[in-house]
């Protein structure tokens, strides 16, 4: 299928395009995988990080439009590429050039951050592609954020301990949980929630530290808060719009992972403070721009 953009497009469509409302957990992602890896804190690396983890999240979204636009024709038709508002090869330019833009942005702080940057791109490219349909399609998602954080730990700490590679397992579960719900957003509807276990991961996960100080417990509360009204919509879908605003919920939830995840890790409270932040300004982004 190829649709061709009518006119010229703006500012409104490429952001979103980009879902970029949904940009503040991958910033945190960066944040807590640095703490977790115990490596630098400073901007003048955590930012370069961070915006190639964006370039990777925003290309991985145009990608994604790019690749479902036969399907979003018959499903989403209001989606930029079907809806004819920018032709199918711009957002594909535009996809790929944002990872490559990651790639290269990855590639001064060392092999291992060159390498996870590149696999980054590969398993976006792939879930892309292939999500549709595919049973695998929410653990490959739940791929692409471990490797941020595996990326991030890379790049800011030159390795991936053990510790980097746990804490990158349980945001994947969490994100599965997250792309299983989404699966059924354009039907507005939810069959069988028991994948929705899946959320719980960095729960159970930082049971065992709920004593190293305050910030595990304020954190896992929070976590704990944010994810059970999302699963509730998700349960009730008591009017229409009930699936889609539940799952743009999880996503912003992500960020509360990460300050749990750094909480457990030991790091500075205002850290876990900064991931905190994520949640209330990734739902405030998406009440303009749609997360999902």
């Keep these: 299928m190829s649709v061709v953009a009518a006119g010229g497009f703006g500012p409104s469509t490429l952001l979103r395009l980009g879902r970029i409302s949904n940009l503040p957990t991958v910033w945190t992602n960066v944040i807590a995988g640095a703490v977790i890896a115990g490596g630098t804190r400073r901007a003048s690396e955590i930012v370069p990080v961070a915006l190639a983890m964006s370039a990777f999240y925003v290309g991985g979204m ?27 090869g711009t957002v594909s330019a535009i996809g790929f050039g944002l990872l490559a833009i990651g790639i290269a942005l990855m590639v001064p702080f060392g092999p291992a951050a060159a390498v996870g940057g590149i696999a980054l791109a590969g398993v976006v490219v792939l879930y892309d592609v292939w999500h549709k349909g595919n049973a695998l399609g929410p653990a490959i998602m739940g791929l692409c954020r ?39 957003e354009s039907l507005d509807t939810i069959g069988n929630l028991w994948p929705m276990v899946l959320l719980a991961a960095p729960m159970i996960a930082a049971l065992p530290l709920l004593a190293r100080g305050w910030p595990v417990p304020v954190a896992l509360a929070l976590l704990l808060v944010a994810d059970a009204a999302a699963v509730w919509l998700l349960a ?33 409270p205002w850290l876990v403070l900064a991931c905190v932040t994520g949640y209330p300004l990734t739902r405030l982004f998406q009440a303009s721009i749609p997360g999902t």
């Design 62 to 88: 145009y990608l994604n439009d790019f690749f479902d636009r036969a399907i979003d024709a018959r499903e989403r038709p209001t989606r930029p590429i079907v809806a004819g508002e920018i032709a199918a």
């Design 146 to 184: 471990a490797l941020v954080y595996l990326g991030a730990g890379a790049a800011t700490a030159g390795h991936v301990s053990l510790a980097l590679a746990i804490g990158a397992v349980v945001l994947a579960a969490h994100t599965a949980g997250i792309t299983y719900a989404a699966r059924q």
């Design 236 to 268: 009730r879908r008591s009017a229409p719009g009930a699936v889609p605003r539940a799952v743009s919920g999880l996503i912003a939830a992500i960020s509360l992972v990460d300050a749990l995840a750094v909480a457990w890790a030991g790091g500075d």
